[in-house]
């Protein structure tokens, strides 16, 4: 039995938003171009690949699962799952974020998993948290809502949670392909959460008082994933073409997320699982050139963390 026949698709909604995306990319540019030049378009096109086919659904259990199946089915068939092809369903039934804590996702919500083969230098793959991070602050900020970045991907509003990011690595059973599953939730318009969450979530629909046109709000948010994916490949490639040069050209998504983030100056409880086993109090200090968190310990250690998470403590 195919995947499709126990998920049947909602084909006319995936073609709407291959039309929007289309239109967004190209205002995209135009924004772009009084800093980036020409070289705009060329950055944008780097990042094409996101979007370039949607499987679109009224319901799932979880996105990365659907999209794990549908790598295998793809694969079967001969080619591989095409990179850049987007998961989204309108509501999901047993949805999960890191840890496997649970992730409550209703209608109304921005609910993606967008497939990609990793492009980048083995060395920067890290960049991709930052990226979706960058890309869902701006989407969010382009409605006018203040939103911050909390290290290293967390998209809140004065404390309260707007969106999570969840990335997976994948190896197809099929061809061995490897794969990056990433893994998106936005609080669009759903405005009721449980009990327990409802101090710590909130949605774009509850800060504005209105509705945001979600179709609109998914073309824009995987435009942006998209120019910041290019973005880094055009850093890339600079950056190998300097290597012998005394100066390195400057990671422009470090600039980026710093514009956004919140946390610098930041008291903060660390830990690999900071909810259930924290690790200690620190104070933020920045984000060095890889993305890794600085912490200044109670003691007075200076530590570099590259994974893990935090708890801000004011």
């Known amino acids: 039995m195919g995947i499709d026949s126990v998920y049947p698709r909602e084909h006319p909604w995936e073609e709407r938003l291959l039309g929007l995306l289309e239109g967004c990319r190209e205002a995209e540019v135009l924004t772009r ?56 369903a309108r509501e999901m039934e047993k949805s999960r974020g890191r840890f496997d804590r649970l992730w409550y996702a209703p209608s109304g919500g921005a609910w993606l998993t967008l497939v990609l083969n990793p492009a980048f230098l083995p060395e920067n793959r890290q960049f991709y948290s930052l990226i979706l991070g960058v890309a869902c602050c701006e989407t969010i900020r382009h409605y006018g809502v203040e939103a911050n970045i909390k290290w290293v991907n967390d998209i809140h509003f004065h404390g309260q949670k707007l969106a999570g990011i969840l990335i997976q690595g994948y190896t197809s059973r099929t061809l061995g392909e490897e794969y990056l599953l990433l893994g998106i939730g936005v609080n669009v318009n759903n405005t009721s959460f449980p009990e327990h969450l409802r101090p710590m979530a909130i949605s774009l629909q509850e800060i504005l008082g209105k509705k945001v046109p979600l179709e609109d709000f998914i073309a824009l948010l995987l435009t942006k994933i998209g120019w910041h994916i290019g973005l880094m490949a055009h850093f890339e490639q600079r950056y190998l073409e300097a290597f012998y040069e005394p100066v390195k050209p400057a990671n422009p998504l470090i600039e980026q997320w710093k514009l956004y983030s919140d946390t610098p100056g930041r008291r903060v409880l660390y830990g690999t699982n900071v909810y259930d086993e924290p690790l200690f109090a620190a104070t933020a200090v920045d984000i060095d050139h890889t993305g890794a968190i600085i912490l200044q310990r109670e003691e007075g250690i200076t530590v570099r963390e590259v994974s893990g998470e935090i708890i801000y403590l004011n």
């Open 33 to 88: 171009r009084p800093k980036w030049g020409d070289e705009s378009g060329v950055i944008m096109r780097r990042g094409a690949d996101i979007g370039r086919e949607f499987f679109c659904y009224p319901c799932l259990d979880r996105g990365m699962r659907q999209a794990r199946e549908l790598i295998e089915t793809g694969e079967k068939k001969g080619p591989a799952f095409i990179a850049g092809g987007v998961v989204i």
